[in-house]
């Protein structure tokens, strides 16, 4: 078992929180696994407070596994391929949780080929406006699916069916007519209609899925498409596609990565498909701020990444990511989509050891635009990281990592000069202090300390107090924006019993 505990109270218009996660596994004798995670949050950081004893399961499975079959029972976290037609997962970070609840069966034919299935219900929640601190519509879903897995050694492949049955109500349809994309466009010009009939929706979605391995030589490839049908709320049948590529493959020892995304569903709201972003999630405190948000309903980008290892220890990186939307003309809203280079972002770092082991660096340089015509959106920002570190005989460590970025809003041509600057000290891996610098020159800092304390038996307390930028935290395209913490303090306790 395992248990964590966050608690803050800051001043201002600080979200004060108070959360608790205990999470119970058991493995029993006969092969059946067993997890479960129960939560109290009264508030909690994001999302709705913990209502009565049967709100605080977040999670149930049990598992069963044989030389046959793998049984699952309860919330199903499942990924086929790369996610195109089926990834349900839970970040707490960003409040999310997309699993079905029902089962999932494999049973092994041979040592090479696997059928399944899989079906669930789930009303899934999630928000469309980053800026929400509670999801702000809920989809109730009914899912049926088999499939096949066929493992060799330099090939492999998968193919799954699946139908998912969606009920859209009044609200979820208002609230999605808010959104600035095409679906959004085109429920926004039946607000007549909406209003004076209030409907509800239900329809029928179909998903082919098929996915495919291989080597040649050094060179390793990845494909994956799904077809999917679909109706377009409150009108016809209409299909669309979800296309993606990687490849990965090794030249006088560079290391290069390659991928191609295409996704093009633009009237449906998927709520179980979330494929590969295709871009860097930068670990920039500052860049992260302007993190794409991916539209997986119409996106198409690729992204390749170099990476290089010299014999004194010398890592040289560099990513370049691209995307835009499908320009797309729908004859029903005289409405066309425009974006041509809506994003793109270059990023190279270098970073070294030193010969003795105890000097660390690490120097980057990360150039970020986004040109968004329909959310009225354009930015660009020049950031460099930097991270040094050095290590003491006996075993302590001092790291300083700093950040400068100049950021641009092109709509009214305002810039920002922002700075970030955080130094720890490591006493022999017992504890650690860190401070905490994040401003704009000319302007007021945001000035915190954290000491964290390692406990026997794995357990660990972190003490913060002071303020706290927020912004945005993401997880698989997805973000959610954290409030500002002013001059407060935030408590964390984690313990493995």
Request: glycine letters at 6%; hydrophobic letters at 35%.
């Amino acid at each position: 078992m395992s248990y964590e505990m966050k608690a803050a109270e800051g001043q201002g218009n600080s979200k004060n929180y108070f959360e608790n996660f205990l999470d119970i596994n058991y493995f029993f004798d006969n092969g059946l696994y067993l997890f479960s995670q129960i939560e109290y949050s009264n508030p909690p950081l994001l999302g709705l407070k913990t209502d009565g004893l049967s709100g605080m399961i977040n999670i149930f499975y049990l598992q069963y596994s044989n030389d046959k079959y793998d049984l699952n029972l309860g919330n199903l976290y499942l990924l086929y391929g790369r996610g195109l037609s089926m990834h349900t997962y839970q970040d707490e970070d960003i409040d999310y949780d997309n699993s079905l609840i029902g089962f999932d069966f494999t049973y092994h034919l041979n040592d090479n080929i696997d059928v399944f299935t899989f079906a669930g219900i789930k009303n899934i929640k999630s928000r469309l406006n980053p800026e929400n601190t509670e999801a702000d519509i809920s989809i109730d879903n009914e899912v049926l699916s088999i499939g096949g897995i066929a493992n060799f050694s330099s090939f492999s492949m998968h193919y799954l069916s699946m139908i998912n049955n969606q009920l859209y109500n009044y609200n979820d349809i208002i609230k999605l007519a808010e959104l600035s994309n095409l679906l959004g466009k085109y429920l926004a010009s039946r607000e007549n209609y909406l209003n004076l009939y209030q409907p509800d929706y239900e329809m029928l979605n179909l998903e082919h899925n098929l996915g495919i391995d291989f080597t040649i030589k050094s060179m390793d490839f990845y494909l994956e498409k799904s077809l999917v049908y679909y109706d377009k709320i409150l009108s016809e049948r209409v299909d669309g596609y979800k296309n993606y590529l990687s490849t990965y493959f090794n030249i006088f020892d560079f290391n290069i990565i390659y991928e191609y995304k295409d996704y093009f569903t633009p009237y449906l709201y998927n709520t179980f498909s979330t494929p590969p972003i295709a871009f860097r999630e930068s670990t920039s405190i500052l860049s992260s701020r302007n993190l794409h948000a991916i539209d997986f309903s119409n996106e198409y980008g690729y992204q390749f990444e170099i990476n290089k290892t010299y014999n004194n220890s010398l890592n040289i990186l560099l990513s370049y990511a691209y995307a835009s939307h499908h320009q797309y003309f729908d004859n029903d809203l005289d409405v066309y989509l425009l974006n041509e280079h809506p994003y793109k972002q270059f990023y190279l770092e270098t970073s070294k050891w030193d010969k003795t082991g105890k000097f660390y660096y690490r120097l980057g340089y990360d150039y970020y635009r986004e040109n968004s015509i329909e959310k009225n959106y354009f930015i660009k920002a020049y950031t460099i990281p930097m991270q040094y570190a050095y290590n003491f005989k006996k075993g302590n460590s001092l790291t300083f990592y700093i950040e400068f970025q100049d950021k641009i809003n092109e709509v009214d041509n305002s810039k920002e000069k922002l700075y970030y600057f955080s130094p720890s000290y490591n006493y022999y891996g017992k504890w650690l202090f860190t401070i905490f610098i994040d401003g704009e020159r000319g302007d007021d800092n945001w000035l915190a300390m954290d000491y964290t304390l390692n406990l026997e038996n794995s357990s660990q307390i972190s003490l913060f107090y002071g303020s706290q930028k927020g912004g945005l935290v993401c997880a698989n395209g997805s973000c959610v924006i954290q409030p500002d913490f002013e001059d407060g303090f935030k408590i964390t306790y984690r313990a493995s019993l």
